[in-house]
């Protein structure tokens, strides 16, 4: 367990900024804009680092902390990095009103609150919260919508979170890592980064929605302007095709919706019938030819008739027949009658 004390802050520093022999230690610590105290073993952050008024970076990760250090006499932080404690709430935060970045990746946090007063917040990073099992992520309203207005980049990944809806109002986000959760829901995801117009990167390997069919696809849709997903870039070519894909679509789609509407599910007016897509006309089988019929007859009485004229032409044939060969032998008879005489 270590106390952070005036030494340890003295050694803090880099090698570019030393303390001047006719310097004071109070005048050397009011100089100091950044302090390098990662990795020190400290628990506890005393009044000392009060001394530190114009200190502007303060490196604080990998560290015992408890709970986020009382820093109302260092105003002027811009940027705090306070990774990888075991901190639990975010608090005493208020006084730091020119925070720019703030670090509070691997804590054991559960809620993001107490930003309310920082209106200059454009990075906060939360990433892979140490939560007991069953929890998640949650966030106070209040303080996403203080932020909303200056917040450019939120890190999010492996907090359990199985939806992203109460951070739709973060319309100005340029970066978001949502990255290993448990996000499934496309329609959501949709409505929530649609919203987002400046939105450039997004990161959502690890969630199951990336199994889906043409997750890539649809999510390069869905944000008309990001340029890298997944840590890929996407390249220009393809967004132009999948937004006239998506684009063609919608249109199609409100005409169809349309139609319907004014036609009451009847289609009365053949330009409409013209601006629908055309309907595949599959080739028909030829059609059974049935056998021919007197028009005008029943078919017994058809059949009837039809046999009886068979019957006739049978006979005719058969006297037809007989009449040959009775020509035939008469003319032999006549022939051996000439011979003979």
Not at 162 to 185: F, G, M, P, V, W
Request: charged content about 30%; aromatic content about 6%; some cysteine.
């Amino acid at each position: 367990m270590v106390k952070l004390t005036i030494d340890l802050i003295a050694r803090g520093t880099s090698g570019y900024t030393k303390k001047k022999r006719d310097e004071s230690m109070q005048q050397y610590l009011k100089r100091l804009t950044h302090l390098y105290l990662e990795d020190r073993c400290i628990d506890e952050v005393g009044e000392d680092l009060s001394m530190c008024r114009n200190l502007t970076v303060l490196y604080l990760y990998d560290n015992q902390l408890l709970k986020i250090p009382i820093l109302h006499h260092n105003q002027h932080l811009t940027m705090l990095y306070l990774q990888n404690n075991d901190i639990h709430k975010i608090e005493n935060l208020s006084p730091l009103t020119r925070l720019i970045k703030l670090y509070l990746g691997g804590n054991c946090i559960t809620v993001i609150e107490g930003l309310d007063k920082l209106e200059h917040l454009q990075e906060l990073h939360i990433e892979n919260q140490r939560m007991p099992p069953g929890e998640k992520l949650l966030f106070d309203p209040r303080t996403l919508r203080a932020i909303s207005s200056s917040l450019q980049v939120l890190n999010i990944a492996g907090n359990n979170l199985d939806s992203i809806k109460d951070i739709e109002c973060l319309r100005n986000l340029y970066q978001l890592h949502a990255n290993d959760n448990l996000l499934t829901d496309m329609k959501e995801l949709a409505h929530v980064i649609g919203g987002m117009f400046r939105l450039w990167r997004l990161d959502l390997m690890g969630n199951p929605l990336c199994h889906k069919a043409k997750y890539r696809d649809r999510v390069i849709v869905m944000a008309k302007n990001l340029d890298v997903l997944d840590g890929k870039e996407i390249s220009e070519t393809s967004r132009r095709f999948l937004h006239s894909w998506h684009d063609a679509r919608e249109v199609q789609k409100k005409r169809r919706e349309e139609h319907l509407r004014k036609g009451s599910g009847e289609f009365r007016d053949s330009a409409l019938l013209r601006e629908l897509p055309p309907v595949k006309d599959y080739p028909r089988p030829p059609p059974k030819i049935p056998g021919y019929m007197m028009p005008g007859l029943p078919r017994k009485q058809f059949d009837e008739i039809l046999a009886r004229t068979n019957s006739n032409l049978a006979e005719d044939t058969t006297q037809q027949t007989h009449s040959a060969s009775v020509k035939t032998r008469s003319g032999i008879l006549r022939s051996k009658t000439l011979v003979i005489g």
